[in-house]
């Protein structure tokens, strides 16, 4: 599976960007699908993540009420729409793609390549 991010830029603090995912390759929709993101100087962390049907979301508590992740399954495309932006969400965000709706962290089998999302203040 091959996963391709886009959408990132530079945005004030309490703006929305959308980011989009889209994968290719054998089977792309038989997988449950993250976004993860790393800021400077800092771990790699879960943000949200969506099961294979797109039935089922969960959220990092940090994005929890500002954030939505959603798929369509036809377009074979993820998307995280983020709304009331702050500065302490800048980081460069990447997607993912596991067989496990729960996989840790670093346990996701695919990763694309990350986006950087700015928000100035």
């Known amino acids: 599976v091959q996963l391709q991010a886009s959408g990132g830029g530079l945005v004030q603090a309490g703006g929305s960007l959308r980011l989009s995912c889209a994968s290719s390759?054998?089977?792309?929709?038989?997988?449950?699908m993250g976004w993860f993101r790393q800021a400077p100087g800092k771990e790699r962390e879960f943000v949200a993540a969506?099961?294979?049907?797109?039935?089922?979301?969960r959220y990092a508590d940090s994005v929890k009420g500002r954030f939505t992740i959603s798929r369509d399954n036809a377009k074979n495309t993820v998307y995280l729409q983020m709304n009331s932006l702050t500065p302490e969400d800048t980081a460069v965000y990447s997607c993912?793609?596991?067989?496990?709706?729960?996989?840790?962290?670093?346990?996701?089998?695919?990763w694309g390549q990350g986006t950087l999302v700015t928000v100035s203040s």
């Open positions: 993912a793609a596991d067989s496990n709706y729960y996989a840790g962290t670093r346990t996701w089998d695919y």
């Open positions: 390759g054998r089977f792309p929709n038989a997988y449950a």
């Open positions: 969506i099961s294979r049907s797109g039935g089922s979301t």
